[in-house]
């Protein structure tokens, strides 16, 4: 599916993750960095005021990066708002564009199972006209997941450096290079609710949308977008 969708004109392949909680503040990440003198930094991180949710949106074939930090909760919501704000901010990029494959692990918050993620990714489906087909890695082969290589990239350039505000995250997510690309990072500052499910008929009316596969139930699913009558 990787190989036709990187062939199809028509079609646009990302990769999505998220990654632990950063806590904001004069800590120590176990990093290095140049200078003449090393950075001063605290060797606990107790009580941090301020946390960020980072997650990411990696195109594997023209190496353009964006990255979405919350103040909140890592949950569905969280990922396909920050879906829609990189559609936002590209959708002038992608003339003729029909249909969007995306690359992820089956964790908690974006799983095959996940009736609010599904919910939210058929009502993105339907305000955009995409075609949406989640293609998931299997158990423990996250690292295949193109933006799994991304992230370990930012996290040796920002490590020996204080990521002591929110202000200083987002400028050093924003200033880190990807295949010679800048990445484009910004702030979902939104309250994320956990625990938010769909159940009964609208359980039902969601499962009749999506077309999952035959052989991978839960690893293959499609999305088609509602036809709009005129």
Known sequence: MNRLADTDPETIRISIDTKA???VGEYSRGGRSRGLKS?????????????????GILEP????????FGTSYKTSDFIVDGLQLWLKERKQEFGGLKQLVINMDNGP???GRRTQFLLRLIKFSDET??????IYYPP?????????RYWAGLEKSWNG?????????????GNFLWKGLRT??????????KGIKVCGDEKVELEQRLQRSTTLHWWDITIQPKAVNL
């Open 21 to 23: 909680t950063i806590n």
């Open 161 to 173: 450096y204080l990521l002591d505000t929110v202000d200083t995250v987002i400028r050093r997510a």
């Open 39 to 55: 950075v001063k930094a605290l060797d606990h991180d107790m009580c941090p005021k301020v946390k960020l949710v980072p997650g």
């Open 61 to 68: 074939v023209t190496g353009r990066s964006f990255l979405f």
């Open 184 to 193: 484009s990072a910004r702030l979902l500052d939104g309250v994320y609710e």
């Open 129 to 134: 006209g995409l075609c949406i087909r989640i």
């Open 140 to 148: 423990y082969h996250s690292k295949y997941n193109s933006i799994e």
């Open 109 to 111: 918050e974006c799983s």
